[in-house]
């Protein structure tokens, strides 16, 4: 289990003086970059070892979104590995040590010379130490299936700052596009009040790609926004849920 102590900046916040989804999301993956780096797999030692570590999916409850100039404490604890697989949970816990977000993910280890997952290996795992379940948090269906019925808002072409050190769109930023997406449906007035968030990663963008969004109803009252290629290929499903 690893934790590190956090305060909102101004520049991670939105109108409403609030942490942007883009921000919280950012919190959660440096979380467990430094817990990485803490136990000597540093990305660095990673790309010498030419693996990485890829997100497959989220699914986050949020209680409220953390406010401007809030002390905040964020943890992970890896939990569960099988094969190429690696579940991690996150949290965020208030200054009275309340939580106001948890999430589970899961991850797949990545050859990135072979350009392949890859089985994870006991010395990718024996520096995390004990690993357990944290949270509980109810199992849920990985896969995210677009609607039938679809809107499609306008294309948006990957930029620079889109980008990450493995050179494919971060997995904050698709979130935080699809956030947008259905903020600009809604004619750019509230944002969706997101109670939990789901997102599932299939197909990696990277610079220069086009990603048209589309956008619809969930069977559980929310709203799904697809990211995708010309071609109709799913780069990230986004499921935001009501409060």
């Known amino acids: 289990m ?5 305060r909102v900046r101004y520049s991670e916040t939105d109108e409403h003086e609030q942490a942007t989804i883009l921000s919280v999301v950012n919190y959660l993956q440096d979380c467990s970059t430094f817990h990485s780096t803490e136990v000597g797999l540093t990305v660095d030692y990673l790309r010498e070892m030419k693996r990485a570590w890829l997100l497959s999916y989220w699914d986050i409850y949020i209680e409220r979104m953390p406010k401007l100039c ?7 604890c890896p939990h569960a590995f099988r094969g190429v697989l690696a579940h991690r949970n996150f949290w965020i816990k208030d200054e009275a040590g309340a939580y106001i977000l948890r999430a589970d993910s ?6 990135t010379e072979r350009m392949r997952p890859a089985k994870i290996t006991e010395d990718m795992l024996t520096p995390f130490g004990e690993m357990r379940d944290v949270l509980a948090l109810p199992a849920s269906e990985r896969k995210i299936t677009e609607p039938e019925v679809l809107t499609e808002a306008a ?3 990957v930029q620079p700052h889109h980008i990450d050190s493995n050179h494919h769109v971060n997995n904050a930023q698709y979130i935080a596009i699809a956030d947008e997406v259905l903020t600009e449906a ?3 007035q509230e944002r969706f009040q997101a109670g939990r968030i789901r997102a599932e990663y299939r197909k990696a963008a990277v610079l220069g790609d086009t990603m048209l969004p589309k956008y619809g109803s969930s069977p559980d009252g929310g709203l799904i926004v697809s990211l995708q290629s010309p071609a109709g290929e799913v780069y990230c499903n986004v499921e935001f849920i009501r409060s």
């Open 2 to 6: 690893y934790e590190f102590n956090e």
């Open 155 to 157: 294309p948006i072409l």
């Open 106 to 111: 899961l991850w797949f280890c990545y050859d």
């Open 70 to 76: 809030e002390r905040l404490t964020i943890g992970t």
């Open 186 to 188: 809604a004619g750019g």
